[in-house]
C-alpha cells in the first residue's frame, strides 16, 4: 500500500508539473522588448476578445461566455451564464458604468469595478484589465518576470498578480490566451478563444 502511494504522489506531482507554465527567468534585452511590444499593441485603439471568465472571491462568484469589445476608453462587456442562458452587459468608459440585464432596470456608476463589487460582490479591476488582457503594463509601477522566449509570464501590480499561463502565437505580437489574475482570495480566469483588432 504504502507504494502504490509512493507512486501516486509521484504521478500528481508529474502531472502539476505538466500543468505548470514555462520555467521562468530574467532576459537579456527582455525589457526594451516589453517596452516596443507595449508601445505596438497601445496603438491599436478597437480591439474585441471572445472567450470564457471565471470570477471567483470569498462572497460570490460567476462563469460565463465572455465577448469583450473596446474602442480607446470605451468598453463593453456581455457576459452570457452557461447554465441559465442570462445575459448581461457591462458598459462605460474610465469615468461611468451601467450594468444592465442583472436587474430589472439599468444600474449605474461612476466606475465598472465600484459598480460589481456593490452589484455583484466581485473584485475585478476593469480598467487595469484592459490592459493585462493584451499582456501590457497598466500605468504605473510594476514588476515584471519573464519567459524564456521573452515573453511576459508574470506582472505584479496594484496588488495584483497576473500570470499569463499561454499565448495565441498566430497573433503579432503574441498575445495571451490564459490569464490568471488574484489579489488575496478574489481571482479573475480568462481562456480567450480569438482576438480582433483595428
Not at 36 to 55: P, T
Not at 126 to 135: C, F, N, Q
Not at 159 to 182: C, H, M, N, V
Request: hydrophobic residues 40%; neutral net charge; aromatic residues 10%.
Amino acid at each position: 500500500m504504502e507504494m502504490v502511494r509512493t507512486i501516486l504522489f509521484a504521478l500528481f506531482c508529474a502531472f502539476l508539473a505538466s500543468c505548470a507554465a514555462p520555467r521562468l527567468r530574467h532576459v537579456a534585452g527582455s525589457m526594451s522588448a516589453l517596452e516596443q511590444r507595449e508601445r505596438s499593441i497601445s496603438a491599436g485603439m478597437e480591439w474585441s476578445l471572445h472567450g470564457r471568465i471565471v470570477i471567483s472571491g470569498p462572497q460570490d462568484s460567476g462563469s460565463g461566455t465572455l465577448d469583450w469589445r473596446q474602442q480607446g476608453p470605451t468598453f463593453r462587456f456581455d457576459l452570457s451564464a452557461p447554465v441559465t442562458g442570462k445575459t448581461w452587459t457591462l458598459s462605460g468608459d474610465a469615468d461611468y458604468a451601467e450594468l444592465t440585464g442583472l436587474r430589472a432596470q439599468t444600474v449605474r456608476g461612476a466606475n465598472a469595478s465600484d459598480l460589481l463589487a456593490r452589484e455583484l460582490g466581485w473584485k475585478v479591476p476593469v480598467s487595469e484589465l484592459a490592459y493585462w488582457v493584451r499582456g501590457i503594463r497598466a500605468p504605473g509601477p510594476a514588476d515584471v518576470v519573464f519567459r524564456e522566449d521573452g515573453l511576459p509570464a508574470e506582472f505584479h501590480q496594484n496588488g495584483w498578480t497576473i500570470e499569463f499561463r499561454d499565448y495565441l502565437s498566430e497573433q503579432d505580437p503574441p498575445l495571451p490566451r490564459k490569464i490568471f489574475a488574484s489579489n488575496g482570495d478574489y481571482k479573475v480566469r480568462l481562456i480567450i478563444q480569438s482576438w480582433a483588432s483595428r
